[in-house]
């Protein structure tokens, strides 16, 4: 930083209570109040008058003493200062600190070349020019002094050359920048640098207010990489945004102060406006906490809107962590905000549909498409363990995800366990069913299979589905005695679990005798019992209806009347019966086939 020093006389001001006055043998004939201070000063000893065009105007050098106000200068009594000073010949040193006050009050008073030649507003410019506007803080803490003045009709001028300044040092080429500028990134040493980052200049612009800032960027966005402009949106977010993206704060923004709220709202809109066009300029955990802090702020819809579409553009490049943001409404008891990923979810499904027709089929566009259909089952599997979240919400994200983004149902099924076994045990039965009703037992996985048989907190209807497409996928993979015997120890493994209650939802309460039953007859030797696209068995079928039956049935009577009819259904799931039925349903599959 560059300095100017005036004047060779010490100071002799002093204070006496709300005065300011200078040592002189000369008692002082002027009075100047300016706001809470009055300053006793002389008009002709040290040149005060003959200096201020102003002053000579209101108060004739042959009166005596007279008090004048000078509320209105701008700076106030510390910028008035030093113009006094000056004319009183008093040291006084200046800086792009106090560069802007003083000129300003020096144009007010009219301390000009018509007044006197060599005066103080002609010292003040060379100064600027010279030292101000060739030096990179220089000009970036001037231009920022500027927003204190606003009403001064010489600052827009001096905002506009310092703008100008900073602009052509931000395009000059990072090897041939020679001047000091902030950087304090992790992993840089300053000291031993080899080269000037890229995006050197943007930690010290991001001082400036958001008007001073949207000037530069909008100067320079069109010269400069996509990236770069980003980087310095980024920069000026975290400095000036608050970073509430692990707290929960109940009521929005009803905690802090309303004018904060509003500041806060302006500069994140501005930044919204202010993102490159190009995909990949701000990183996408940016744009997602950009856009949880607008539903905090409560945004304009348009902002909001279009943080969702960015978002959008590059959801598959997001892990769960970056999902994870608090939940602001105050009617929502849960932690997560899910509704602002299931927005982002909903507009990723309305780009990637507007693709050409065939490209959605293809390499690149099919892996993101994967990438977020498993990014969304890990991230229902956190939300899952929220004691406060609501099944409705889980399933409404859950079936966001069309069939193509899911090829494996493991993830979901995983999210489905957690949410039944850790946090919701008492779940009733039509939530359980909605629940699990997501699930395509087809598409799960030998071991997950196997783990869904055993899982007492699974619907019986799912439970059930998962034994039959188990069996079918392994009737169509048994060619080998080995893989017959496998189906068979699961289906005993599972009988057994009935008996001793391990499972309750596959065998009917009261009676260890009533399990379903299927037969060990390999389906290899049958093939007409499952067909890949097949339904259940009827008789599972009637055995499903007859088991919620029973679940609602209050009285006594009632339920022996269903026990009956159970025994009934039981005797048709003989295994012996059901290999002679088997034989007809495939007398009866090649008489069509002969058709």
């Known amino acids: 930083m560059k ?21 002189s043998d000369t008692p002082p004939d002027l009075i100047l109040r300016i706001n809470n201070i009055n300053y006793f000063l002389h008009k002709l000893q040290f040149s005060l008058l003959p200096k201020c065009g102003l002053l000579q105007q209101l108060c004739p050098m042959d009166d005596g003493e007279i008090t004048i106000d000078l509320h209105d200068i701008p700076g106030g009594e510390e910028a008035f200062e030093l113009c006094a000073k000056y004319c009183y010949g008093i040291t006084i040193n200046f800086s792009a600190y106090n560069f802007l006050p003083a000129f300003c009050a020096a144009k007010f008073l009219r301390m000009t070349e018509a ?17 101000i506007l060739e030096g990179w803080k220089d000009s970036i803490i001037t231009l920022k002094s500027t927003s204190k003045l606003p009403e001064w009709s010489e600052s827009p001028e001096i905002a506009k050359r310092c703008i100008d300044s900073i602009v052509q040092k931000i395009l000059t080429p990072p090897p041939k920048v020679t001047w000091s500028y902030t950087y304090t990134r992790p992993g840089y040493d300053k000291k031993h640098r080899q080269s000037v980052p890229r995006d050197w200049w943007t930690e010290d612009i991001s001082d400036l207010d958001i008007d001073q800032f949207r000037f530069i960027i909008v100067a320079v966005r069109d010269m400069l990489p996509s990236q770069l402009i980003g980087e310095a949106l980024h920069v000026y977010a975290s400095r000036w945004l608050p970073d ?29 406006s202010m993102i490159p066009a190009e995909r990949g300029s701000l990183s996408i955990s940016f744009l997602l906490r950009l856009l949880s802090l607008g539903n905090y702020l409560g945004s304009s819809p348009l902002s909001k809107t279009e943080l969702v579409r960015r978002s959008s553009q590059q959801l598959d490049e997001a892990t769960v962590s970056d999902l994870l943001f608090p939940s602001y409404s105050a009617s929502d008891q849960h932690l997560y905000d899910v509704e602002l990923v299931r927005a982002v979810l909903e507009s990723f499904w309305v780009l990637w549909r507007r693709q050409p027709p065939g490209s959605s089929e293809k390499g690149e566009s099919m892996r993101s498409v994967r990438k977020v259909g498993k990014l969304i089952d890990s991230y229902l599997q956190v939300i899952s363990k929220d004691v406060n979240m609501p ?34 045990p008492d779940l009733s039965k039509d939530d359980k069913k909605s629940l699990c009703r997501i699930l395509d037992c087809q598409k799960l996985s030998p071991e997950v299979r196997a783990h869904a048989v055993k899982n007492e907190r699974l619907p019986l209807r799912t439970v059930v589905q998962v034994l039959f497409f188990d069996q079918e996928k392994t009737a169509k993979g048994a060619t080998t005695p080995h893989t017959s015997n496998r189906g068979k120890e699961t289906l005993a493994a599972r009988e057994d679990q ?7 939802e596959i065998g009917f309460p009261g009676a260890d005798d009533r399990t379903i039953s299927v037969p060990e007859t390999s389906t290899m030797d049958h093939p007409g019992i499952m067909q890949p696209d097949m339904k259940l068995p009827r008789e599972l079928e009637r055995k499903l209806v007859m088991r919620e039956m029973e679940e609602g049935v209050e009285s006594s009577e009632k339920a022996k009347d269903v026990a009956a009819q159970e025994r009934s259904q039981r005797s048709m799931l003989d295994p012996h019966k059901i290999g002679k039925r088997t034989g007809k349903l495939d007398r009866g599959h090649n008489k069509g086939r002969e058709r």
């Open 3 to 23: 300095f100017m020093k005036l004047g060779t006389r010490p100071d002799t001001f002093y204070t006496e209570e709300a005065t300011r006055t200078v040592t």
């Open 115 to 131: 007044v006197e030649k060599g005066n103080f507003v002609m010292k003040l410019e060379a100064f600027f020019h010279s030292c």
């Open 244 to 272: 509430m993206t692990r707290t929960r704060t109940i009521g929005s923004t009803a905690s802090q102060p309303e004018e904060i709220t509003v500041k806060n709202r302006r500069i994140l809109e501005a930044i919204v």
């Open 391 to 424: 099944v409705w919400k889980v399933v409404s994200l859950a079936e966001c995800l069309p069939d193509i983004a899911r090829p494996l149902h493991d993830d979901l099924y995983k999210a489905i366990n957690i949410y039944l076994k850790q946090e919701h």
């Open 498 to 504: 009935g008996k001793q209650k391990l499972s309750p």
